[in-house]
């Protein structure tokens, strides 16, 4: 697969493997062992970028995602670029599904969860090291300057934050370079286009996730898709309720029409539309089938041209779309 470059030096495949769905959020958690042959057949597909974070686990392992990961690609360590993430947790007290964000990035926190993700994935340093959501009480020079030090330490060797404005990325990015974002995008959540310019000038590289707007895009579900309520967030995104159908219409329409004349899937043209904006732009789709992750991987490998890129965006500026899933709440409890 393609290789890109993140930031100055970090060198990844086109698209990365978002490892969550595994055993968070999408469902009944996947048999670990099925878990780590899939992260192992993805590795001999090209992909070299894996996406983690310290709590994206189960009930009873609230920390399984990354143990899986640290599994799977310890044959590999030396070839693949591991990513997670540090300083959230859930409220899962409230009630609600999917579980409000608790922001948790005081120093102190960050040093007991970077030594937690070293052991967990099986690691003598951390790749890339995403703070996973801004912590409104702490300042980003402070998250910054504990990434140089662990930077010095050896403990990571780059460092991104996740849902960053433009305004937070400057003021860490001038403390301790910022390698990526990872901000949710796709065609139904272009929203952090937005930040583009500032990350052209600043040469940081954008991690998309939610690249398929949580499966939407695959045009695999149809009106009447159901979800188990209690371990799959899809259950309560609007892009998948009943009434969203006639309002995605075109969407998928467009899809397929590119589809059939690129001799490509929908799920494909929808990763390489964001492939073809930007050489830092790499997307990190998600999934448990095999298929769908060789699939994914050929997304690489479709041709879309700067004026078919630019005629999809026209096409979505004018389009009629449902509501889509922008991301849990931030919590008003505090650690």
Not at 207 to 234: E, Q
Request: charged share 25%.
């Amino acid at each position: 697969m393609e290789q890109r470059t993140l930031g100055k030096d970090l060198k990844v495949s086109a698209l990365g493997l978002g490892c969550m769905g595994l055993s968070h959020a999408y469902g009944v958690p996947l048999d670990e062992r099925e878990a780590v042959k899939l992260i192992r057949r993805a590795f001999e597909c090209g992909y070299t970028f894996f996406d983690t974070a310290e709590v994206y686990g189960t009930e009873d392992d609230p920390h399984a995602n990354e143990r899986i990961v640290g599994e799977a690609l310890a044959p590999v360590r030396g070839e693949a670029v591991i990513a997670t993430k540090f300083g959230l947790a859930f409220d899962k007290e409230s009630g609600k599904t999917p579980y409000p964000l608790i922001p948790d990035s005081r120093p102190e926190t960050i040093r007991r969860a970077v030594d937690g993700s070293l052991a967990r994935l099986r690691v003598d340093h951390i790749d890339l090291y995403y703070q996973h959501r801004p912590d409104p009480r702490v300042e980003p020079e402070t998250v910054a300057e504990v990434m140089a030090e662990l930077i010095r330490e050896g403990k990571i060797t780059h460092w991104g934050i996740s849902e960053a404005s433009a305004e937070y990325l400057r003021r860490a990015h001038a403390v301790c370079p910022v390698t990526a974002v990872q901000n949710r995008y796709s065609m139904m959540a272009r929203w952090h286009e937005a930040l583009f310019p500032a990350l052209e000038e600043l040469g940081v590289g954008f991690i998309a996730f939610s690249p398929m707007a949580n499966g939407l895009l695959t045009g695999k579900y149809v009106k009447g898709s159901r979800f188990d309520a209690r371990y799959d967030y899809r259950a309560a995104m609007p892009q998948f309720a009943d009434e969203a159908a006639e309002k995605n219409a075109a969407l998928l329409s467009l899809l397929r029409r590119y589809a059939e004349e690129k001799s490509a899937t929908p799920a494909q043209i929808s990763l390489a539309w964001m492939l073809r904006k930007k050489p830092w732009i790499v997307p990190i789709p998600g999934t448990r089938s095999e298929a769908r992750m060789e699939e994914n991987a050929g997304a690489a490998a479709v041709a879309l041209s700067a004026e078919e890129v630019r005629a999809i965006d026209a096409a979505l500026d004018g389009m009629e779309m449902s509501e889509v899933f922008g991301g849990a709440k931030i919590s008003g409890k505090k650690d």
